[in-house]
């Protein structure tokens, strides 16, 4: 981190997706209590869901609105005017981008929805399918990221 720029962005970068993924990972261990008696399993399993999704929320957030602007200069939002959807991108002009920043972002940006791929992998043969929930809801926010950043970077490269 001493070669970045924006030691913090870098680190709320990875934090929330890091969180989200290890509340999944680690929070079935909670609700999926087979003790003797136990009754609450449903209650644990509801709460490591709404956290994962509140951790995944506030991840699609902080990367699209901070860390891309930040990082890598770029944004990306979407416009609703009745029935049509416009997809705006938006680049910093004459601004240094950072070569560690850079890597770390579109590093990590681009990892997530692979690892969460593969936990969906892994919970479709464990017939784990209400663990998918979050899956899916975290592999449509950071593939949305993803394309919106990808669309945003193709754009930067045309106006060169």
Not at 74 to 103: H, P
Not at 111 to 135: D, E, H, R, S, Y
Request: aromatic content about 16%; hydrophobic content about 50%.
């Amino acid at each position: 981190l001493s070669q970045s720029a924006h030691p913090i962005v870098c680190i709320f970068h990875v934090l929330f997706k890091g969180l989200a993924l290890f509340f999944y990972i680690f929070g079935g261990w909670f609700s999926g209590t087979k003790k003797k008696g136990a009754t609450n399993s449903g209650a644990n399993f509801i709460t490591v869901t709404v956290i994962c999704i509140l951790l995944l929320a506030a991840d699609f957030w902080v990367v699209k609105n901070i860390t891309g602007r930040l990082l890598v200069g770029l944004r990306w939002w979407n416009k609703v005017d009745g029935d049509k959807t416009t997809w705006i991108f938006e680049s910093a002009k004459d601004r240094q981008i950072n070569k560690f920043d850079s890597s770390v972002f579109w590093m990590v940006l681009y990892a997530t929805p692979i690892a969460w791929g593969a936990l969906m992998i892994i919970g479709i043969l464990k017939f784990n399918l209400a663990w998918l929930i979050v899956v899916f809801m975290a592999i449509a926010l950071s593939s949305a990221n993803v394309y919106g950043y990808y669309k945003c970077s193709s754009d930067q490269k045309a106006k060169f």
